[in-house]
């Protein structure tokens, strides 16, 4: 799991609990696209409520689909400055 991935990290201001709401939107957006199923199949998501950060795995056309939703809707409802992403490969990478 995460060979790609997306590593959301958020800023102090972002409560990781409505990000992750979003997230759920965005995949919910998913679902409209490729079924519930597919989806299910081909999400993968991490969480680290220490370190503010959700990752998301873009190994599959389902997994970039979602996380390009995502970051639109967070930088819709938070704004832009207040998350960086970057793409990651790797668990190495993943937590840094």
């Known amino acids: ?4 991935a997306y590593r959301y ?3 102090g201001q972002v409560n990781l609990r ?3 709401e979003t997230l759920l939107l965005s995949v ?10 597919r989806v299910r ?3 993968g998501v991490a969480t680290d409520e220490a370190i503010g950060v959700i990752v998301v795995d873009a190994s599959t ?8 939703i995502f970051t639109a ?3 819709r409802e938070f704004g832009p400055s207040a ?7 790797g668990l190495n990478e993943v937590w840094q």
């Open 73 to 75: 809707f967070i930088s």
């Open 83 to 89: 998350f960086s992403v970057k793409r990651v490969a």
């Open 61 to 68: 056309v389902v997994g970039q689909v979602i996380n390009g």
């Open 9 to 11: 990290r958020f800023a």
């Open 41 to 43: 199949m081909d999400i």
């Open 18 to 20: 409505d990000a992750g």
């Open 28 to 37: 919910l957006a998913a679902e409209g696209l490729f079924g519930a199923a």
């Open 1 to 4: 799991m995460f060979e790609q």
